[in-house]
C-alpha cells in the first residue's frame, strides 16, 4: 500500500457580477508539498457563465484563468508572483478577494497521487 499523503485545494469561481455573489466552478488549484505538486485544471462553461450575466466578458474571464494558471505552475508568464515558491503561490492565489475570479476555503485531504486526487475533484466539482 503507498503512503497516503496531505494535501490542499480550493475550487476556482467565475464571479460574473460581483456585487450579486452568484458564482460558477470553473477550475481546482491543489497542492501537494510533500509531492512537490501545485497545477490548476480550468473549464469554462460559456453557457454558465451567460446564464449569471449575459453581457460577460469571457475573453476578460479567459484571460484571468490563464494568468492564474501560469502562477500556479510557476511559468515566467506568470510574472513576479510565478517566481515564489509553490505554498507562497498557492496562499496568494487562494487568498479571499472580490473580484471575478475567486476560490473557495481551502480544503485539505490525504492521497496517495496528488494528480488523480486533482482530475477526480476537478471531475466531480467542476465538470
Given at each position: ?7 490542499e ?6 464571479v ?8 460558477i ?16 485544471k ?16 469571457i475573453?476578460l ?6 494568468s ?50 486533482h ?5 466531480k466539482?467542476?465538470?
Amino acid at each position: 500500500m503507498s503512503e497516503r499523503t496531505l494535501y490542499e485545494y480550493a475550487i476556482v469561481r467565475v464571479v460574473p457580477r460581483v456585487e450579486r455573489d452568484e458564482f460558477i466552478n470553473v477550475g481546482v488549484a491543489l497542492y501537494c508539498r510533500k509531492q512537490r505538486y501545485a497545477q490548476v485544471k480550468i473549464h469554462v462553461d460559456v453557457d454558465k457563465c451567460r446564464m449569471l450575466d449575459p453581457d460577460v466578458d469571457i475573453q476578460l474571464i479567459t484571460k484571468h484563468l490563464d494568468s492564474f494558471r501560469n502562477i500556479c505552475v510557476g511559468d515566467k508568464a506568470g510574472g513576479k508572483l510565478a517566481t515564489l515558491e509553490q505554498p507562497e503561490r498557492f496562499r496568494w492565489l487562494t487568498a479571499k478577494r472580490s473580484t471575478i475570479i475567486q476560490c473557495s476555503v481551502v480544503h485539505p485531504g490525504l492521497c496517495v497521487s496528488a494528480e488523480e486526487t486533482h482530475q477526480e475533484l476537478f471531475e466531480k466539482l467542476v465538470l
